[in-house]
């Protein structure tokens, strides 16, 4: 069975608190088909969803399908991670502009590895297409970090790349 990270976010905007936000980090999971049952089974325990937002962030081949499949819910959709880049020579680079013409309302920026693998961390390009970015960061970087008009995401180690979903207790 895949894993997927579950965040529970929230922010600080103009000194008043936002409604809680959660979102479904889908990872590097799934199939057409297999996306499609799991986001109708999200959408139906999340759609009456009372006291938070909800959301998914998916990888860019299925973007269309969850456009498609969350249109008139109410919940929030995004991608995974976003080029530095705004335009140019950069083959398989996908510009946080192109995904929020797309109609994403959210990124996720900053994933652990892909700050440890690809050194990736800039926010400039998603706030700047108007997305809601959703800052991942682990437990030390969290307690440092105090940023405004960001989503800080908090994802336990142990669901990082290991297989193991946290706990409610853990998170």
């Known amino acids: 069975m895949a894993r997927h990270s579950i965040y529970q976010?929230?922010?600080?905007?103009?000194?008043?608190?936002?409604?809680?936000?959660?979102?479904?980090?889908?990872?590097?999971?799934g199939s057409l088909a297999g996306s499609k049952i799991r986001?109708?089974?999200?959408?139906?325990?999340?759609?009456?969803?009372?006291?938070?937002?909800?959301?998914?962030c998916l990888?860019?081949?299925?973007?269309?399908?969850?456009?498609?499949?969350?249109?008139?819910?109410?919940?929030?959709?995004?991608?995974?991670?976003?080029?530095?880049?705004?335009?140019?020579?950069?083959?398989?680079?996908?510009?946080?502009e192109i995904v929020a013409e797309f109609g994403c309302r959210l990124m996720i920026v900053g994933r652990s590895e892909r700050r440890h693998y690809s050194a990736e961390n800039s926010s400039k390009p998603v706030i700047e297409a108007q997305l809601l970015a959703l800052l991942d960061l682990d437990k030390a970087s969290l307690e440092k970090v105090k940023s405004f008009g960001l989503v800080i995401a908090y994802e336990p180690i142990l669901a990082i790349g290991t297989g193991q979903a946290a706990t409610p207790a853990l998170a």
């Open 9 to 29: 976010v929230s922010c600080k905007k103009n000194e008043s608190m936002r409604q809680p936000l959660v979102v479904g980090n889908w990872k590097l999971n």
């Open 39 to 56: 986001i109708r089974a999200i959408v139906n325990v999340l759609e009456n969803l009372v006291h938070a937002e909800a959301g998914l």
């Open 59 to 96: 990888p860019y081949v299925y973007l269309f399908q969850v456009q498609q499949l969350l249109a008139n819910t109410g919940l929030l959709w995004g991608s995974q991670n976003a080029s530095q880049f705004v335009q140019g020579a950069y083959t398989a680079c996908v510009s946080a």
